[in-house]
Protein backbone atom coordinates (compact mmCIF):
# COMPACT_ATOMS: atom_id res chain seq x y z
CA UNK A 1 0.00 0.00 0.00
CA UNK A 2 1.02 3.34 -1.07
CA UNK A 3 2.41 5.69 2.14
CA UNK A 4 1.23 9.01 1.97
CA UNK A 5 0.82 12.71 3.80
CA UNK A 6 -1.29 15.50 3.68
CA UNK A 7 0.94 17.70 2.18
CA UNK A 8 1.26 15.21 -0.98
CA UNK A 9 -2.70 14.69 -1.04
CA UNK A 10 -2.64 18.54 -0.91
CA UNK A 11 -0.01 18.92 -3.85
CA UNK A 12 -1.90 16.36 -5.74
CA UNK A 13 -5.38 18.31 -5.26
CA UNK A 14 -3.81 21.31 -6.43
CA UNK A 15 -2.15 19.57 -9.49
CA UNK A 16 -6.03 18.36 -10.57
CA UNK A 17 -7.55 21.36 -9.97
CA UNK A 18 -4.99 23.14 -12.06
CA UNK A 19 -5.67 21.03 -14.72
CA UNK A 20 -9.33 20.89 -14.63
CA UNK A 21 -9.39 24.69 -14.62
CA UNK A 22 -6.66 25.08 -17.48
CA UNK A 23 -8.90 23.10 -19.51
CA UNK A 24 -11.98 24.47 -18.32
CA UNK A 25 -10.53 28.00 -19.75
CA UNK A 26 -9.33 26.17 -22.59
CA UNK A 27 -13.07 25.12 -23.41
CA UNK A 28 -14.70 28.57 -22.60
CA UNK A 29 -12.25 30.51 -25.29
CA UNK A 30 -13.09 27.77 -27.95
CA UNK A 31 -16.75 28.41 -27.11
CA UNK A 32 -16.35 32.41 -26.88
CA UNK A 33 -14.41 31.87 -30.52
CA UNK A 34 -17.46 29.48 -31.96
CA UNK A 35 -20.02 31.96 -31.37
CA UNK A 36 -18.24 34.92 -32.60
CA UNK A 37 -19.55 34.27 -36.17
CA UNK A 38 -22.95 34.30 -34.82
CA UNK A 39 -22.73 37.96 -33.48
CA UNK A 40 -22.71 36.97 -30.44
CA UNK A 41 -20.31 38.85 -27.37
CA UNK A 42 -19.57 37.02 -24.08
CA UNK A 43 -21.89 39.26 -22.23
CA UNK A 44 -24.54 38.04 -25.07
CA UNK A 45 -23.71 34.55 -24.14
CA UNK A 46 -24.08 34.59 -20.04
CA UNK A 47 -27.78 36.46 -20.77
CA UNK A 48 -28.80 33.88 -23.04
CA UNK A 49 -27.36 30.61 -21.32
CA UNK A 50 -28.82 32.17 -18.03
CA UNK A 51 -32.84 32.94 -19.48
CA UNK A 52 -35.03 30.05 -18.96
CA UNK A 53 -37.26 29.51 -22.35
CA UNK A 54 -41.09 30.43 -21.52
CA UNK A 55 -39.75 32.49 -17.79
CA UNK A 56 -40.06 35.83 -17.80
CA UNK A 57 -37.93 37.57 -15.70
CA UNK A 58 -37.94 40.97 -14.25
CA UNK A 59 -35.24 43.04 -14.89
CA UNK A 60 -34.30 43.45 -10.59
CA UNK A 61 -34.24 39.18 -10.71
CA UNK A 62 -31.72 39.52 -14.01
CA UNK A 63 -29.24 41.92 -12.14
CA UNK A 64 -28.94 39.25 -9.28
CA UNK A 65 -28.86 36.51 -11.40
CA UNK A 66 -25.61 38.03 -13.10
CA UNK A 67 -24.39 39.58 -10.57
CA UNK A 68 -24.53 43.48 -12.01
CA UNK A 69 -26.19 46.38 -11.44
CA UNK A 70 -29.64 47.75 -12.91
CA UNK A 71 -27.88 49.94 -15.84
CA UNK A 72 -25.82 47.07 -17.07
CA UNK A 73 -28.92 44.65 -17.50
CA UNK A 74 -30.57 47.39 -19.00
CA UNK A 75 -27.32 47.95 -21.46
CA UNK A 76 -27.60 44.11 -21.89
CA UNK A 77 -31.16 43.46 -22.63
CA UNK A 78 -30.91 46.65 -25.29
CA UNK A 79 -28.47 44.71 -27.26
CA UNK A 80 -30.35 41.46 -27.42
CA UNK A 81 -33.59 43.38 -28.05
CA UNK A 82 -31.78 45.42 -31.31
CA UNK A 83 -30.57 41.37 -32.43
CA UNK A 84 -34.05 40.47 -31.98
CA UNK A 85 -33.15 37.45 -28.88
CA UNK A 86 -35.36 38.78 -26.74
CA UNK A 87 -38.55 41.00 -25.76
CA UNK A 88 -39.82 43.25 -22.96
CA UNK A 89 -42.78 42.85 -21.38
CA UNK A 90 -44.94 44.51 -18.70
CA UNK A 91 -45.29 42.26 -15.77
CA UNK A 92 -48.75 40.90 -15.38
CA UNK A 93 -49.74 42.29 -11.49
CA UNK A 94 -47.71 45.21 -12.01
CA UNK A 95 -47.19 47.50 -14.89
CA UNK A 96 -44.15 49.28 -13.39
CA UNK A 97 -42.15 46.42 -13.82
CA UNK A 98 -40.47 45.01 -17.01
CA UNK A 99 -40.10 41.28 -17.62
CA UNK A 100 -37.95 39.64 -20.06
CA UNK A 101 -38.57 36.73 -22.00
CA UNK A 102 -36.41 35.13 -24.48
CA UNK A 103 -38.12 35.71 -28.15
CA UNK A 104 -38.75 32.60 -31.03
CA UNK A 105 -35.22 33.31 -32.80
CA UNK A 106 -33.80 33.63 -28.92
CA UNK A 107 -35.04 30.01 -27.89
CA UNK A 108 -33.68 28.63 -31.33
CA UNK A 109 -30.25 30.38 -30.72
CA UNK A 110 -30.32 29.34 -27.42
CA UNK A 111 -30.72 25.75 -28.34
CA UNK A 112 -28.27 26.10 -30.97
CA UNK A 113 -25.71 27.46 -28.45
CA UNK A 114 -26.35 24.49 -25.59
CA UNK A 115 -25.90 22.01 -28.57
CA UNK A 116 -22.46 23.30 -29.60
CA UNK A 117 -21.30 23.38 -26.30
CA UNK A 118 -22.14 19.87 -25.05
CA UNK A 119 -20.17 18.69 -28.16
CA UNK A 120 -17.74 16.85 -26.21
CA UNK A 121 -14.23 18.18 -26.76
CA UNK A 122 -12.19 16.52 -29.03
CA UNK A 123 -9.78 14.76 -26.92
CA UNK A 124 -12.27 12.87 -24.74
CA UNK A 125 -12.07 11.02 -28.41
CA UNK A 126 -8.45 9.93 -27.74
CA UNK A 127 -9.39 8.15 -24.51
CA UNK A 128 -10.45 4.67 -23.83
CA UNK A 129 -13.61 3.19 -23.08
CA UNK A 130 -12.21 2.07 -19.59
CA UNK A 131 -9.94 5.38 -18.97
CA UNK A 132 -13.95 7.58 -20.25
CA UNK A 133 -16.07 5.49 -17.68
CA UNK A 134 -13.73 6.01 -14.66
CA UNK A 135 -13.61 9.99 -15.46
CA UNK A 136 -17.19 10.05 -15.72
CA UNK A 137 -17.58 8.25 -12.33
CA UNK A 138 -14.97 10.52 -10.72
CA UNK A 139 -17.27 13.38 -12.61
CA UNK A 140 -20.33 12.78 -11.46
CA UNK A 141 -18.72 12.13 -7.62
CA UNK A 142 -17.34 16.02 -8.11
CA UNK A 143 -20.86 17.49 -9.41
CA UNK A 144 -23.82 14.75 -8.42
CA UNK A 145 -26.78 16.89 -9.30
CA UNK A 146 -25.22 17.32 -13.07
CA UNK A 147 -26.34 13.25 -13.17
Do not use: N
Amino acid sequence: MEERGPDQDEQLKSEIWKTLYEFFLDEHERHLESVADLGISPGDLKALMRLVPGRREPMRALADMWRCDASTVTWIVDRLEKQGLVERQTHETDRRVKVVVLSRRGKQLRTQLIDRFYQPPAVLSELSHTDLKTLHQLSTQLHPEAT
